[in-house]
């Protein structure tokens, strides 16, 4: 009996005493598990944020990077970089002073870094704060001597703060330093014709053709030399070289215009001007000049629509005020020329021919009495200070040019140009691209991917089919439908909050779900959200979950592919965890195509991600494959195109830059600009 007592308690004792040890090993995995990793977590949270923020900056979807940066400062303000990146997307977003203010923070919390007084450099340049953007160079300068960027962009603000004196020495040392700098060469141009020595000019100009006979700006330079010199044919030369190189600059049409009226040229004129405003519809040079031009031909209808436009813009500009009194005298309109030879005449009460036309008016109107008025005034003036009534329109006087300040009446019939056409290279901006360093070459377009926003290639946007999304789309009516895109518009701020609510509506909807094939449809919208908003990772680990559920899914392993190379691209994945996602990658592409195996878009991205591998005798064979299933994707043509000139088969890739040029990629056109100038 005590024996058996005895046991019992040793086994009680036993008993408790693993109970005992299983509440500490309890209570220490509760403390690991919870306590520690909550900074952990919170750690790599912040990190994926702002990888995120990046990614989508680097895509230029600056709303959205500007949310996930938020969200990050309102966690740990006291770190400088989300301050850094919001103020680059704000800069993009022409909110000049808000990035101003956070790289003012920025630099307050960490004045070591180069990068953040140049950014900062750059966002007083956008607000004409030169002298303070001068300071922050000096600040990087001393941080980074040898960044020649910096060197250029203070000598570009001193330029602008006429102190041309500075600006020649700086330059001097540039181009001494850095020969290649083809930028020093231009603004050394500039600053010379600013102090009207237009034989250094000149010299300036040679070396810069001489370094880069590419180079837009100094063409549209010696143009303006030369329309200087009335030396009309040069100018138009050059002008169209100009073009040649810079094809979207509104100016060097309307000049090239002016130059061509002097040849004689009317109809190239009049084609320049039209180009002029089809590219900038609100160009009120263009419009102005143009009016005068279709003066000249005798098209006063349509003189007097541009002239409209112009006095809609300044209503009180005296010459276009007469311009138009003119041609509505002209076209038998004289109640309306009458109003505005008065405007005229208030503003200008001895302006001679003004009140002699509107004495015509009043003449042809039946209104003997004032048109009498008017007559007597010229009379008298005539009699007291012997001054002959003014010329009229005189074809001579039309070929001359008035600066836009220039308000003289007499001019009415001059061609328009501003008063300071400064036509410098802009300062150097590395920013575009630099907040990640790709390990790609990027300039292969990306890969075509799930999202919630619908396709848009170059000048077409329309609705790509894929039987398998569209079965998706129609069988489980997902809370925002889900398009297959390769380069969707940049997202607005409306669009942003309305996609981070639809996250938080799925996440809410997971949690409640109690059907597991429902989970993985909800998971796999939720994925295609964060995809949107550039927060891969999260949809990386959804689509891992929507996996493990349905394997068989080609839409998650579609997806899947594409966040693995969208990480890999940006910085994120690293070592053997990033060699390890870039072939998790491969294979869920190739799975997914042997799912769908006539799909164009995974062939696509299968051979883009053979193309950035340095693949490219099997990339340009899949693109091929992919153009079989869909003759006119302009993407396939691009980076098959492009695959083929870095294989060495320049003259194929060029065609296949042409075909997608044609198929409404114009960026195309200007890649094969560039390897078509290359020797």
């Known amino acids: ?24 090993f309890f209570f220490l995995l509760v403390f690991v598990c919870v306590s520690r990793p909550i900074g952990a977590y919170a750690q790599f949270r912040t990190d994926r944020l702002i990888i995120s923020g990046q990614i989508a900056y680097d895509n230029q979807d600056y709303v959205v990077a500007i949310q996930h940066f938020n969200h990050v400062l309102s966690a740990k303000p006291y770190l400088y970089e989300p301050w850094y990146y919001r103020g680059l997307c704000k800069l993009q977003l022409d909110d000049y002073v808000g990035a101003e203010s956070d790289f003012n923070k920025a630099i307050e919390l960490n004045p070591y870094i180069h990068q953040l007084f140049s950014a900062r450099a750059e966002s007083r340049i956008r607000q004409q704060k030169y002298a303070e953007a001068i300071d922050d160079y000096e600040h990087a300068l001393k941080l980074n001597p040898d960044q020649k960027g910096y060197w250029y962009n203070r000598a570009y603000c001193r330029f602008f703060m006429k102190d041309l004196k500075q600006t020649h020495e700086d330059l001097e040392y540039i181009v001494k330093r850095w020969p290649d700098l083809n930028n020093a060469y231009s603004l050394q141009t500039e600053a010379y014709l600013n102090e009207n020595d237009t034989a250094m000019a000149s010299v300036w100009l040679d070396k810069t053709l001489e370094h880069n006979p590419y180079d837009g700006n100094a063409w549209s330079i010696r143009a303006r030399l030369n329309m200087q010199r009335k030396n009309w044919r040069e100018a138009d030369e050059a002008f169209t070289k100009a073009i040649h190189y810079q094809p979207r600059v509104v100016n060097h049409y309307m000049y090239r215009a002016m130059t061509r009226v002097n040849l004689n040229k009317l109809r190239q004129a009049m084609e320049d001007y039209d180009k002029a405003i089809d590219m900038d519809p609100n160009n009120f040079l263009s419009h102005y000049n143009r009016g005068l031009l279709r003066q000249q031909l005798g098209d006063d209808n349509r003189a007097i629509e541009d002239f409209n436009f112009v006095l809609r813009y300044e209503p009180n500009n005296i010459q276009a005020l007469y311009n138009r009194a003119l041609l509505l005298d002209r076209t038998g ?29 009043y003449r042809k109107l039946g209104m003997k009495a004032q048109a009498e008025l008017d007559e007597f005034r010229v009379l008298k003036a005539q009699m007291d200070k012997h001054l002959g009534i003014q010329q009229r329109w005189s074809k001579n006087k039309l070929r001359e040019m008035r600066k836009l300040s220039d308000i003289d009446v007499e001019k009415y019939d001059q061609w328009v140009v501003v008063d300071e056409d400064v036509v410098t290279p802009q300062y150097k901006n590395d920013y575009r691209g630099a907040v990640q360093n790709r390990s790609v070459n990027n300039e292969l377009l990306p890969l075509f991917s799930l999202s919630l926003m619908p396709y848009q290639g170059g000048m077409n946007s329309y609705h790509i089919i894929v039987s ?11 809370l925002r439908k889900i398009y297959v895109t390769c380069r969707p518009a940049s997202i607005s701020e409306e669009m942003t909050n309305a996609f ?8 809410s909807a997971i949690g409640a779900s109690r059907d597991v094939g429902n989970a993985a449809n909800l998971l796999l919208q939720r994925a295609v959200a964060h995809s949107t908003t550039h927060n891969f990772e999260e949809a990386m680990n959804d689509l891992d979950d929507c996996l493990s559920i349905d394997s068989t899914s080609m839409l998650a392993r579609w997806q899947r592919a594409v966040c693995g190379v969208m990480m890999d691209e940006s910085g994120a994945l690293t070592g053997t965890e990033g060699q390890l996602k870039v072939s998790r990658s491969s294979d869920d592409l190739k799975q997914a195509l042997s799912m769908s195996p006539n799909n164009a878009y995974l062939l696509y991205n299968q051979a883009t991600m053979l193309s950035m591998q340095k693949n490219y005798a099997k990339a340009i064979d899949l693109f091929s494959e992919a153009l079989r299933h869909a003759p006119n994707l302009p993407e396939a043509y691009y980076n098959r195109g ?4 870095f294989a060495g088969l320049k003259n194929e890739g060029l065609k296949d830059l042409s075909q997608a040029g044609e198929l409404g990629l114009y960026d195309a056109y200007s890649v094969m600009k560039r390897y078509t100038a290359e020797k």
């Not at 009680?12 to 005992?20: A, Y």
């Not at 008065?342 to 509107?358: D, H, Q, T």
């Not at 492009?642 to 000139?645: A, Q, S, V, Y």
């Open 1 to 24: 009996m005590n024996r058996m007592k005895h046991k019992e308690t040793g086994a009680l004792t036993m008993f408790r005493f693993r109970r005992g040890c299983f509440f500490v």
């Open 468 to 478: 398998e999304l569209e079965a998706f789309n129609n069988g489980h009516h997902p």
């Open 500 to 507: 981070f609510q639809t996250i938080d509506s799925l996440t």
């Open 642 to 645: 492009l695959t083929r000139i």
């Open 333 to 361: 309109n004289y109640r309306a020329a009458i109003v505005d030879y008065s405007r005229v005449i208030e503003k200008f009460p001895n302006f001679w021919a003004g009140l002699m036309s509107r004495a015509a008016c």
